[in-house]
């Protein structure tokens, strides 16, 4: 009897806690929340002056419209060329080139084998060194150890 009572008690939460998990998606911003955020982050990343800053929140709340309007990934990836050509024509060459980095070090690090090792340098590794292949012995090595009475002898 308990065991019926518990299959039905938990029958009848679950759709309680289904609907509890619902309630903590994150809140969605508004296009121009999104390009001022975006904005900001550009600002300090790449010390924009106040007339890069104001044609950058421009472009940013172009395609945080042009994305709310569609979200699907093959128009996400066009949306992302087009808006980082725009940003090319307002960004001087270094502040775009340290944009690109900061791109690549971002979707760089998120993949799994790709992680940077934070202790190591950011410069390249030294070379290593040539190293001779490593030919077969012709002396007799040790000889493997045997437990008794297990049947195996080496050959």
Known sequence: MRFILFILSVWLLCPLLLQAQDSRD????????????????????????????????????????????????????????RKNADLRKVLTDEQYERLQNKHYERSSYRLPG??????????NPPPRPNRQPVRPSTQPGPRPMTHPGSGYTPR
């Open 26 to 81: 994150m809140p969605t911003r508004t296009p121009e929340q999104e390009a001022a955020r975006q904005t900001e982050m550009l600002r300090q990343a790449l010390n924009l002056t106040e007339a890069q800053e104001r044609v950058v929140y421009r472009i940013n709340l172009h395609y945080a419209r042009e994305r709310q309007m569609s979200n699907s990934r093959a128009e996400a990836l066009e949306r992302v060329k």
């Open 114 to 123: 790709n992680r940077p090792d934070p202790a190591a340098p950011s410069a």
